[in-house]
């Protein structure tokens, strides 16, 4: 009893040291106050670059708006971001409150690809009629405002035909752009639309992941992102900015420290719950995240499958040639890690030929994955004994028909069990397409939470759905399994 109990009461008081406020810390009023402090910053921002050059001021970067959330569960003691970000959100529910401002200006632009030049020059006549005729502080009003009953797409005449003009949205920019269900909203998709009936050129907005934006913008496959970029001399010779459409300024926050959380586990759950699939209808992102991930998955399993086939077939060919490829193509594809083979296929491989983001992830994990089930395939077959092969030839069977009708049946027994591990494993992997813009599950996730700020219901959320995942694709071998063993037939 001792052995169970102890170990489980050590980490429930471990556990529960985690997150704890930390002693009470003065409010800032300047850069300097932040001197031996930890202030949470997005990866890679404007922020980050900032107190970078403060070498006093300890950096604490996360991923996917996550900034407010990481200050209010005690990671960080105090964050930075955008003003208009922070007026936009009542951030005092969160246990947070501004401590100062006026630190740094920023202006944002759009930032076009050089190959779409003329529609920066387009853009750029819009904003000056925007700001000249009212348009744009209009937008401003309605949009940068706590009241969300007013954050409404304005009623548009918008073109249909035509070219359209694809823009990148990371849609995790809060009041700037973030999805509604499962359609992008915000200022800048009201501004952008505005432009569209402005201007008649049709406007197709797309969700990117920022990496990805900016990989799409330099091979001119997107004309324009409206994802914050700072243009540094090396992205200057890349891309094209447009006039600043908005001004912002920084805003440090931080915790309330009389803030007291007088909500119970069961209302947080609830209010969890509601805020994370009910509110805004954000199940029908999740909903279409996951079809996406089965799709992929799916699609990914059949091409692996006849992959590992394939290179199975060649690796047991008596060709030297045959055998040699099917080798090396195992040897160098087992040693790519395969986030880094997905964006080496997406970004420089399959570039050129265009190809949507969902065929380049089934194709690298059709590729990534057949070269090792053509391992297990082989060792499969290998470990049926030869006498198998003998006693089909004995028999007058052609080598092809004693494969098929003795040797296969016996070494898929053997390979079952380690293709069910490598298709659970294939499955749960496809949880990194987000990364070459795909709004498959995790992603999905990511996006609710940079929204609602809250990092516990949707990761556990997602984490439920890959193991019923796994556990649907698990049964369904098993089942296949069964009816392979003889001692399991209905005689």
């Known amino acids: 009893m001792n052995r169970t109990v102890i170990p489980f009461l050590l980490s429930v008081v471990l556990l529960s040291g985690c997150g704890k406020e930390p002693a009470d810390i003065p409010d800032p009023t300047c850069l300097e106050d932040l001197f031996g402090y930890r202030v949470a910053v997005n990866s890679g921002d404007s922020y980050d670059q900032l107190i970078s050059g403060y070498p006093e001021i300890t950096p604490v970067r996360v991923a996917g708006g996550e900034v407010l959330v990481t200050v209010q ?11 208009i970000s922070c007026l936009s959100v009542d951030i005092s529910k969160y246990g947070l409150e501004p401590k100062f401002t006026g630190f740094r200006s920023m202006d944002y632009p759009i930032v076009f690809s050089r190959g779409s030049a003329e529609l920066c020059d387009k853009f750029n006549e819009f904003v000056l009629y925007a700001k000249s005729s009212g348009l744009m502080q209009r937008l401003k009003t309605k949009w940068i405002n706590a009241d969300e ?12 035909s035509g070219k359209p003009m694809k823009i990148a949205a990371a849609g995790i920019s809060y009041p700037y752009t973030y999805y509604s269900g499962n359609e992008l909203t915000g200022f800048q ?6 432009f569209s009936a402005w201007s008649g050129i049709p406007v197709e907005i797309k969700f990117y992941d920022i990496s990805a934006a900016i990989q799409e913008l330099q091979i001119n496959r997107l004309d324009a992102t409206y994802i914050p970029l700072t243009i540094n001399e090396e992205r200057a010779q890349m891309v094209v900015p447009s006039i600043p459409y908005i001004h912002d300024g920084g805003m440090c926050f931080g915790r309330i420290k009389e803030y007291v959380e007088k909500k119970g586990f069961f209302q947080k759950a609830k209010d969890s719950f509601r805020n994370n699939l009910i509110t805004e209808d954000r199940w029908m992102l999740m909903a279409d995240g996951l079809w996406l991930t089965i799709y992929i998955s799916l699609l990914s399993v059949l091409l692996a499958t006849a992959t590992g086939a394939l290179i199975c077939r060649m690796r047991m060919s008596k060709r030297r040639f045959a055998s040699g490829f099917a080798r090396i193509y195992v040897d160098v594809v087992r040693s790519i890690p395969l986030l880094v083979l997905l964006m080496l296929l997406f970004y420089v491989v399959l570039a050129p030929f265009r190809m949507p983001a969902q065929v380049t992830a089934v194709i690298c994990f059709g590729l990534y994955f057949g070269a090792y089930m053509s391992e297990s395939f082989r060792t499969g077959i290998e470990s049926v004994d ?4 003998e006693a089909g030839a004995a028999l007058g069977m052609k080598r092809f028909m004693t494969f098929r009708k003795v040797v296969l049946p016996q070494a898929l027994l053997r390979i079952i069990p380690v293709y069910k591990g490598q298709m659970i494993t294939l499955v749960k992997s496809t949880s990194i397409i987000g990364y070459i813009a795909i709004m498959d599950l995790t992603k999905a996730s990511d996006v609710i939470r940079a929204r609602t700020f809250d ?9 439920g759905i890959y193991l019923l995942l796994s556990w649907v694709f698990g ?5 296949m399994e069964k009816r392979l063993t003889p001692k399991s037939r209905k005689i």
């Open 73 to 83: 569960k005690g990671k960080a003691d105090y964050g930075m971001m955008d003003s």
């Open 149 to 160: 009953s007013i954050h409404i797409l304005d009623s548009l005449d918008l073109p249909e």
């Open 189 to 194: 998709t009201d501004m952008m639309r505005h």
């Open 386 to 389: 030869k006498g198998q092969w």
């Open 455 to 463: 990092a516990f219901f949707p990761l556990l959320f997602v984490a």
């Open 475 to 479: 049964v369904g071998l098993d089942i």
